[in-house]
């Protein structure tokens, strides 16, 4: 690990919690979750927790793990806003992309497909066989309720048959949502002990004192060393810089897009009015120019008629010009003439 900083006997969380300008990061923000599972030397660590998660889904567990995007702090802050929180490879080849989501959006669903999907096409190139494809599992850890119709907080999602959801297309794409939500967090006792203590974690870790803490998590060896790091991520002043660097970026690119979209409503509503104006310039132009003659009483109206002199005259011009027709054929050219 890049950091070296002792553990003093004093307790981070608990000293964070009674002053309120420190309040301690949530295990579930992405800085720490980035630091957790990406540095180097804790990839016992996310392969327990993703061998949670598999036990969870009745899946046997992965041996080995390697993480595709370590943690880099030199990079980190600004890197974050366009890449995932974690992708990993097991042994076999196999994909885990791992994202933790606090904002609840109505296109999260959208964008997790999205991301899955794109991990499990860019697996081949041009002349690669499709048996080299392996399984990519998304992997989503929400603050919100995704599926308040859904009693689990561990929900898998796969391709199946509409008749029957038992036929499975295929389980080489599949989608995994751990919803830790204070809806949901108190059916944590229902998940495989395992994944129940990695929930508890992620959590409750910011919330209750070291003591509870170690209660809640006892027995899961990994899980305490993932709390571990945690309290020792709370006390580094160089990894809180760092989160409230990465914080301060965040909250930057979502000012300057709401910017963008009041200025774009605002020249919209300009423009919009200019083309109002246009599009009843040229409606009614083309209405005039489909009218055809107006009569009345069975004769063309002045101004038809007008204009039917005008178009008898040049006629006239063209016949003195030019050689003689017969008279039936200007006639019946002149009723034609508008």
């Known amino acids: 690990m890049w950091y070296n900083r002792a553990m003093t006997d004093e307790n981070?969380?608990?000293?964070?919690l009674t002053h309120k300008k420190r309040p301690p990061?949530?295990?579930?923000?992405?800085?720490?979750?980035?630091?957790l599972y990406g540095t180097t030397g804790n990839e016992p660590l996310l392969l327990d927790f993703l061998n949670a998660i598999l036990e969870s889904?009745?899946?046997?567990p992965a041996k080995a793990v390697v993480t595709t995007n370590p943690?880099?702090?030199?990079t980190f802050v600004t890197q974050k806003y366009t890449i995932l929180d974690v992708k990993a490879t097991d042994e076999h080849g196999g994909i885990f992309v791992v994202e933790f989501q606090t904002t609840e959006r109505k296109?999260?669903?959208?964008?997790?497909?999205f991301y899955g999907s794109r991990a499990f096409s860019s697996q081949m190139s041009r002349g690669d066989a499709y048996t080299m494809l392996r399984e990519v599992l998304a992997i989503a850890v929400t603050t919100f309720e995704m599926f308040p119709t859904l009693r689990s907080i561990h929900n898998s999602f796969r391709l199946t048959a509409k008749a029957?959801?038992?036929?499975?297309?295929?389980?080489?794409?599949?989608?995994?949502?751990?919803?830790a939500a204070e809806e949901k967090i108190d059916r944590v006792t229902e998940l495989p002990s395992r994944l129940a203590a990695w929930m508890n974690f992620f959590y409750y870790s910011h919330l209750r004192s070291e003591e509870d803490m170690t209660a809640l998590l006892n027995?899961?060896?990994?899980?305490?060393?993932?709390?571990e790091q945690y309290r020792q991520f709370n006390q580094d002043e160089q990894l809180r810089a760092l989160d409230d660097a990465h914080q301060i970026f965040l909250h930057d690119i979502a000012t300057d897009m709401e910017n963008a979209k009041t200025e774009?409503?605002?020249?919209?509503?300009?423009?919009?009015?200019t083309q109002k104006g246009l599009d009843i310039a040229l409606s009614m132009k083309r209405r005039r120019a489909s009218s055809g003659p107006a009569l009345r009483n069975g004769r063309l109206s002045a101004p038809t008629f007008a204009l039917s002199r005008r178009a008898r005259s040049s006629r006239t011009l063209y016949r003195s010009a030019g050689p003689r027709r017969p008279q039936a054929t200007c006639q019946s050219a002149l009723r034609a003439c508008p």
């Open 12 to 16: 981070p969380i608990d000293t964070a």
């Open 25 to 35: 990061i949530p295990a579930w923000r992405d800085t720490f979750v980035h630091f």
């Open 57 to 60: 889904d009745g899946q046997p």
């Open 71 to 74: 943690f880099n702090p030199a």
């Open 107 to 113: 296109e999260f669903a959208d964008r997790m497909t």
């Open 164 to 179: 029957n959801p038992n036929v499975v297309f295929t389980n080489k794409l599949q989608m995994h949502v751990l919803e």
């Open 219 to 227: 027995g899961f060896p990994q899980v305490e060393q993932a709390y």
């Open 264 to 273: 774009g409503r605002a020249e919209g509503r300009a423009e919009g009015e």
